[in-house]
């Protein structure tokens, strides 16, 4: 699920490569309520702006409402280098029980990258284990996060510090794949 918020031509470029890239998934947008440049690839609408943090959670209740496990969670004003394949990320997580989360890596040059070193990608074109991942570009194990019980919250920040507490404690893994 792409999470829009006046994102305009620039969710909709994002749309069309998820879909050709993937073409067996059902890639859906959530409009967060965009107050202008909207796109056009809208598949659920929110009446009521829920901020970053209640899109995550709105996201999260639109995938388990269809009868998903995981969701794969994509920011709409993400810029894909590679091509994503949500086959692979949800192939990690039928792989390993213990995984709750497996993130793309981000290129040295993203802002995020800068604050979130471990996530620049190392060229290795493999799979990390990592204590902390942002919610950027993601799949996500729903019945793990429904454990964990977010609240809803105007920003997103603190749902993926409370993913690595919650993990660690658990004896989880999350990781980050130089592969994508």
Request: net charge negative.
């Amino acid at each position: 699920i792409i999470l829009e918020y006046c994102g305009g031509d620039k969710t909709d470029k994002l749309y069309e490569e998820l879909c050709k890239t993937n073409p067996d998934y059902e890639i859906l947008v959530l409009d967060n309520a965009s107050s202008s440049n909207k796109c056009s690839c809208i598949t659920h609408q929110n009446d009521k702006n829920s901020f970053i943090g209640g899109g995550i959670l709105d996201c999260m209740r639109i995938a388990r409402d269809m009868g998903a496990e995981y969701l794969f969670f994509i920011p709409n004003d993400i810029e894909i280098i590679d091509s994503i394949d949500i086959r692979y990320f949800e192939r990690l997580m039928e792989e390993d029980p213990d995984l709750v989360q497996a993130s793309a890596s981000l290129t040295k040059d993203s802002n995020n990258a800068r604050h979130y070193t471990w996530m620049a990608n190392m060229e290795s074109g493999t799979e990390r284990i990592v204590h902390h991942s942002d919610l950027l570009t993601c799949i996500l194990r729903l019945d793990f996060i429904e454990k964990i019980g977010f609240p809803p919250m105007k920003s997103g920040w603190g749902y993926d510090l409370e993913i690595s507490y919650h993990a660690a404690k658990q004896g989880k893994k999350i990781i980050i794949s130089d592969r994508s």
